[in-house]
């Protein structure tokens, strides 16, 4: 079993940052990516940002050129740099990892993290 720590979230105003991080521990696993979803009330789960072992990065249009997403591979831990914050951007934000656990390929999830942008 892998967890996933969030934390990092909070309540901003409009035009501010704010930095969510999430660290990965377990048993024995090899990180393949990791990234950011967020979901809204009655929405389906979108992808925010990931990136993978080897550094590509992905974003979503609504995000890309104010945020960044970036890894400590030697701590397991995936940071995402959210600039110009947008009231639009108010939503639960979820830590995900693909993994290689015991020679399987798995996905896990952490508890989402609320962040809360004001007008």
């Known amino acids: 079993q892998v967890q996933l720590v969030e934390s990092g979230g909070g309540l901003v105003q409009a035009g501010e940052s704010l930095r969510l991080s999430c660290a990965a521990s377990?048993?024995?696993?090899?990180?393949?990516?990791m990234g950011w979803f967020r979901q809204a009330p009655g929405k389906p789960r979108e992808l925010v940002a990931l990136?993978?072992?080897?550094?590509?990065?992905i974003y979503a249009d609504s995000v890309k050129g104010r945020s960044t997403i970036s890894r400590d591979n030697a701590k397991n831990t995936v940071y995402l740099q959210m600039n110009s914050l947008k009231p639009e951007d108010t939503t639960v934000y979820y830590c995900?990892?693909?993994?290689?656990?015991?020679?399987?390929?798995?996905?896990?999830w952490g508890q989402g993290t609320q962040v809360t942008v004001s007008s």
């Open positions: 995900h990892a693909d993994v290689n656990e015991s020679n399987l390929r798995r996905t896990y």
């Open positions: 377990g048993s024995v696993f090899v990180i393949n990516a």
């Open positions: 990136i993978t072992s080897g550094g590509s990065t």
